[in-house]
């Protein structure tokens, strides 16, 4: 029994773990937060939430929280507590040092989708216009980057088609790559309840998730594919929707380029992308792809929803322009119960990508090199852009690492955990001058630092977070910041303390700059946030309510493009050494590195990241049930827990990355999307053999 105060206030929030973005109750008693109550008028959730977002919040009071500034002179001395105004000084004299020594694109940032949108739009406004660079990222970066590139190809702008109610009107559901069960849990829920009344669905993975078949659903088809096929998997779904003519021909007629159409059909039409010349390739039985895209072609309402499964592979661009090239095929756009649609794994991942924090776009997914967009913001913010696209994080690194990056300020991102080739990752962070970590804990990232910002929790700061319909939610300030400013603030500092004259006393004004400089945010204010709950961007004088549906009359980018999408195997290879496959994903109960989730005190977060192994690979190994296994690759090795289970296929094996003690990104490669540089988390040879634990 949990003895819970009687609240004396409560403030509507948003969560702050998954994209679903639901929106919350914070009851109050004193400063102190008694309950998380899902707040039933929220667009996103309705009433509904998962156990992180209920319960997962004890993170904020923990005793690991950072509280005071600190600086040091090297990574080898000791941290020293010191003032903001100290160490405002200590870090703007280390980066205007290093750019008065080595020039201005020397520096940059990192910013997370954990932060909302004023605080990645702050971000980006510092690199640009006070380092003067565009060495600006995100970690979506290493999740949902070729989702920006794909969509924005294709349809001409870099979001998912639908609001969630629109699963509501789908007939057909392709679940690509993704598992709301443990990911989405709230998107999850909607979307059985909408299978338990009759639609269908398509499971596209390489697992057995529990979708294929939970006590009350069972999958229509699951396309259960060797890890790294997904874009061979697209292409031959599309081979038998045209060579069969089940594509909706005047919805190609006139909404999309005929042209493109006409070359993209010659292409996926050749015999080498039918089902039965790819099915040795991809595992899966070309009877079943055939009579998956026909359910899809003609089964009524189609919706492709997909996750990291289908982005973080060195072809995850593709899939993702293979995705809108079904939907376009098909007619599956610009109506309920229909489209295409990323499922963000972070909170503000949509938001922060909006926000301009990629070094080719500025806010609004416009390119640097469009004069007329830099005009705009140049006349408000007084100095002149740089129109060439800065770093990404993994060229960062590498340019850390030859000598010509030397600072960097990292904002709620743990890049050593969370970022592919660990050990590079640390050579680059101990290459540089200054590494300027600002978050809630004393993360891996920390131990390169030579600053450290104290962070402020969600529950401790003002903002917006757009989730993965589009919808921007208000986050509001439950309790004062325990070290003393929100996020925003201390960027603001920084900026003042590097010479600039932003004088912003609410993130309010932050949104207001947004909406003057973007315009599919030209409509939105804190005044309509409240008045309406939340809105849906596209949001401006033509949709002043916003735009739950997108692409309805005709694409963003005018008319649809369909593109083609060869198979490229990855460079990653399985051989005697190495001859398994390593897949990961994620559990309900755990929030990726597990910052968060960790140091909430419950039982339900005493989990451990196991290893699932085919009976058969674990027979040939000597390998029994719950036993410790060494995981080695040609990066690195580790050792977690052995779990036997027919959920994944012979050759395959599958883990969790929420533990630090998995350390999963020693496994994995440096391989990565050839569009974005996403890495190619979901693909890695390995063996496994037993072990006597870590
Ligand atoms: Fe939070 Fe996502 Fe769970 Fe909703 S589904 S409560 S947004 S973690």
Same mark, same amino acid.
């Given at each position: 029994v949990?003895?819970?105060?009687?609240?004396?206030?409560?403030?509507?929030?948003?969560?702050?773990?998954?994209?679903?973005?639901?929106?919350?109750?914070?009851?109050?008693r004193?400063?102190?937060?008694?309950?998380?109550?899902?707040?039933?008028?929220?667009?996103?959730?309705?009433?509904?939430?998962? !156990?992180?977002?209920r319960?997962?919040?004890?993170?904020?009071?923990?005793?690991?929280?950072?509280?005071?500034?600190?600086?040091r002179?090297?990574?080898?001395?000791?941290?020293?507590?010191?003032?903001?105004?100290?160490?405002?000084?200590?870090?703007?004299?280390?980066?205007?040092?290093?750019?008065?020594?080595?020039?201005?694109? /020397?520096?940059?940032?990192i910013?997370?989708?954990?932060?909302?949108?004023e605080?990645?739009?702050? !971000?980006?406004?510092?690199?640009?216009?006070?380092?003067r660079?565009?060495?600006? #990222? +995100?970690?979506? =970066? &290493?999740?949902?980057?070729?989702?920006?590139?794909?969509?924005?190809?294709?349809?001409?702008t870099?979001?998912?088609?639908?609001?969630?109610?629109?699963?509501?009107? @789908?007939?057909?559901?392709?679940?690509?790559?993704?598992?709301?069960?443990?990911?989405?849990p709230?998107?999850?829920?909607?979307?059985?309840k909408?299978?338990?009344?009759?639609?269908? *669905?398509?499971?596209?993975?390489?697992?057995?998730?529990?979708?294929?078949?939970?006590?009350?659903?069972?999958?229509?088809?699951? *396309?259960?594919?060797?890890p790294?096929?997904?874009?061979?998997?697209? @292409?031959?779904?599309?081979?038998?929707?045209v060579?069969?003519?089940?594509?909706?021909?005047?919805?190609?007629?006139?909404?999309?380029?005929?042209?493109?159409?006409?070359?993209?059909?010659?292409? !996926?039409?050749?015999?080498?992308?039918?089902?039965?010349?790819?099915?040795?390739?991809t595992?899966?039985?070309?009877?079943?792809? =055939?009579?998956?895209?026909?359910?899809?072609?003609?089964?009524?309402n189609?919706?492709?929803?997909?996750? *990291?499964?289908?982005?973080?592979?060195?072809?995850?661009? @593709?899939? &993702?322009?293979?995705?809108?090239n079904?939907?376009?095929?098909?007619?599956?756009?610009?109506?309920?119960?229909?489209?295409?649609?990323?499922?963000?794994g972070q909170?503000?991942?949509?938001?922060?990508?909006?926000?301009?924090?990629?070094?080719?776009?500025?806010?609004?997914? =416009?390119?640097?090199?469009?004069?007329? !967009?830099r005009?705009?913001?140049?006349?408000l913010w007084? &100095?002149?852009?740089?129109?060439?696209?800065?770093?990404?994080?993994?060229?960062?690194?590498?340019a850390?690492?030859?000598?010509?990056?030397?600072?960097?300020?990292?904002?709620?991102?743990?890049?050593?955990?969370?970022?592919?080739?660990?050990?590079? &990752?640390?050579?680059?962070?101990?290459?540089?001058?200054?590494?300027?970590v600002?978050?809630?804990?004393?993360?891996?990232?920390?131990?390169?630092?030579?600053?450290?910002?104290?962070?402020?929790?969600?529950?401790? $700061?003002?903002?917006?977070?757009?989730?993965?319909?589009?919808?921007?939610?208000?986050v509001?300030?439950?309790?004062?910041?325990?070290?003393?400013?929100?996020?925003?603030?201390? +960027?603001?500092?920084?900026?003042?303390?590097?010479?600039?004259?932003w004088a912003?006393?609410?993130?309010s004004?932050?949104?207001?700059?947004?909406?003057?400089?973007?315009?599919?945010?030209?409509?939105?204010?804190?005044?309509?946030?409240?008045?309406m709950?939340?809105?849906q961007?596209?949001?401006?004088?033509?949709?002043p309510?916003?735009?739950?549906?997108?692409?309805? #009359?005709?694409?963003?980018?005018?008319?649809?493009?369909?593109?083609?999408?060869?198979?490229?195997?990855?460079?990653?290879?399985?051989?005697?050494?190495?001859?398994?496959l390593?897949? +990961?994903? =994620?559990?309900?109960?755990?929030?990726?590195?597990?910052?968060?989730?960790?140091? +909430?005190?419950?039982?339900?977060?005493?989990?451990?990241?196991?290893?699932?192994?085919?009976?058969?690979?674990a027979?040939?190994?000597?390998?029994?049930?719950?036993?410790?296994?060494?995981?080695?690759?040609?990066?690195?090795?580790?050792?977690?827990?052995?779990?036997?289970t #027919?959920?994944?296929?012979?050759?395959?094996?599958y883990?969790t990355?929420?533990?630090?003690?998995?350390?999963a990104?020693?496994?994995t490669?440096d391989?990565?999307?050839?569009?974005?540089?996403?890495?190619?988390y $979901?693909?890695?040879?390995?063996?496994? /053999?037993?072990s006597?634990?870590?």
């Open positions: 949990i003895e819970i105060g009687t609240p004396e206030r409560s403030v509507i929030t948003t969560c702050a773990y998954c994209g679903v973005g639901c929106s919350f109750k914070a009851e109050m004193g400063d102190e937060l008694v309950r998380m109550v899902p707040y039933k008028h929220g667009k996103a959730n309705r009433g509904h939430s998962c !156990v992180k977002g319960f997962a919040y004890g993170y904020a009071a923990h005793k690991d929280r950072i509280l005071s500034p600190m600086i002179d090297s990574i080898n001395d000791p941290w020293k507590e010191v003032s903001w105004a100290e160490a405002m000084e200590f870090a703007s004299n280390r980066m205007k040092g290093i750019i008065a020594k080595h020039g201005r694109h /020397s520096v940059g940032v910013t997370s989708s954990r932060c909302t949108n605080e990645a739009y702050l !971000v980006q406004k510092l690199t640009r216009a006070v380092f660079n565009n060495n600006t #990222d +995100t970690c979506a =970066r &290493v999740c949902h980057s070729p989702t920006g590139y794909g969509l924005g190809q294709t349809f001409g870099s979001a998912g088609t639908q609001d969630f109610d629109s699963v509501e009107e @789908t007939d057909v559901v392709i679940l690509i790559g993704a598992n709301p069960t443990d990911g989405h709230v998107f999850a829920s909607r979307l059985k909408r299978l338990r009344k009759g639609a269908k *669905l398509i499971v596209v993975d390489p697992r057995r998730i529990d979708l294929v078949d939970s006590a009350h659903i069972k999958a229509a088809h699951h *396309l259960q594919l060797t790294g096929t997904n874009v061979a998997v697209v @292409t031959a779904l599309a081979h038998v929707i060579t069969e003519g089940l594509f909706d021909e005047e919805f190609v007629r006139t909404r999309c380029d005929w042209d493109e159409f006409q070359d993209y059909a010659e292409f !996926v039409s050749d015999p080498r992308h039918s089902p039965e010349a790819t099915q040795f390739l595992g899966v039985k070309a009877d079943e792809l =055939r009579a998956a895209a026909r359910l899809y072609a003609k089964g009524g189609g919706a492709i929803y997909y996750g *990291l499964g289908v982005t973080e592979h060195s072809q995850g661009s @593709t899939t &993702v322009i293979g995705i809108a079904l939907a376009m095929l098909t007619g599956n756009i610009g109506r309920p119960g229909v489209g295409v649609n990323p499922l963000r909170n503000n991942v949509q938001g922060s990508c909006d926000m301009g924090s990629f070094p080719h776009e500025l806010p609004g997914y =416009r390119h640097v090199k469009n004069d007329s !967009v005009e705009v913001f140049e006349s007084g &100095v002149q852009i740089d129109n060439e696209p800065g770093l990404r994080i993994p060229n960062m690194l590498d850390a690492v030859e000598g010509t990056f030397k600072g960097l300020y990292c904002q709620g991102e743990d890049i050593l955990q969370s970022d592919p080739d660990t050990k590079h &990752v640390a050579a680059g962070l101990a290459a540089m001058d200054c590494v300027i600002h978050d809630l804990f004393l993360n891996e990232t920390a131990n390169y630092a030579h600053v450290f910002f104290p962070g402020s929790s969600f529950l401790e $700061k003002d903002g917006t977070f757009t989730n993965a319909e589009r919808r921007i939610n208000r509001r300030k439950v309790m004062a910041p325990r070290q003393g400013y929100a996020d925003w603030e201390v +960027t603001q500092m920084f900026a003042q303390a590097m010479g600039a004259n912003y006393t609410h993130p004004q932050i949104m207001d700059e947004i909406a003057m400089l973007t315009p599919s945010f030209a409509g939105v204010s804190y005044e309509k946030l409240e008045e709950g939340s809105v961007w596209p949001c401006n004088e033509k949709a309510e916003g735009t739950p549906l997108m692409h309805i #009359d005709g694409f963003v980018r005018g008319k649809g493009k369909l593109i083609r999408t060869e198979y490229v195997a990855t460079d990653e290879k399985t051989g005697s050494r190495f001859p398994l390593l897949t +990961t994903g =994620r559990i309900l109960s755990q929030y990726n590195v597990g910052a968060q989730t960790r140091r +909430t005190d419950n039982v339900v977060w005493h989990d451990e990241d196991v290893l699932e192994i085919h009976p058969h690979d027979e040939v190994r000597g390998v029994r049930d719950g036993q410790f296994v060494k995981l080695a690759s040609r990066s690195g090795e580790t050792s977690l827990r052995a779990k036997i #027919d959920r994944v296929s012979p050759g395959v094996v883990t990355f929420h533990h630090p003690t998995t350390q990104n020693v496994i490669t391989f990565s999307d050839w569009a974005t540089n996403c890495p190619e $979901k693909v890695t040879a390995v063996q496994v /053999s037993p006597n634990g870590p």
